[in-house]
């Protein structure tokens, strides 16, 4: 079993920046894969980014490519999500994922809530 909590989320301007926070605990060695997605009201939860907890290796969604990065810690079990140049359709709540592959998430974090208005 692996818990994940998430924190940062918050309420900004249009081009400015947030730093999501996940933090990860219990079965780890499980989570090849860190996740992060992203829900808005209406429409289905889609795949913002992902990194290898070993290699660090990350892959992005083109909409957040050169904006977005993903980075790990391993010693603080923690994985990040940098958000900058935010948009009004980056609102959203984010998730942050264990996966054992890279289509098989099995743990969830709780979400946290991004509001960018223009």
């Known amino acids: 079993q692996v818990q994940l909590v998430e924190s940062g989320g918050g309420s900004v301007q249009a081009g400015e920046s947030l730093r999501l926070s996940c933090v990860a605990s219990g079965r780890i060695s499980s989570c090849y894969y860190m996740g992060w997605f992203r829900r808005t009201p209406g429409k289905e939860r889609e795949f913002v980014g992902r990194?290898?907890?070993?290699?660090?290796?990350?892959s992005y969604r083109d909409s957040v490519k050169g904006r977005f990065t993903i980075s790990r810690d391993n010693a603080k079990n923690t994985v990040y999500l940098q958000m900058n140049s935010l948009k009004s359709e980056d609102t959203a709540v984010y998730y942050c994922?264990?996966?054992?592959?890279?289509?098989?998430?099995?743990?969830w974090g709780q979400g946290t809530q991004v509001t960018v208005s223009s």
């Open positions: 994922a264990c996966g054992s592959t890279m289509l098989n998430y099995n743990s």
């Open positions: 990194i290898t907890w070993s290699g660090g290796s990350t």
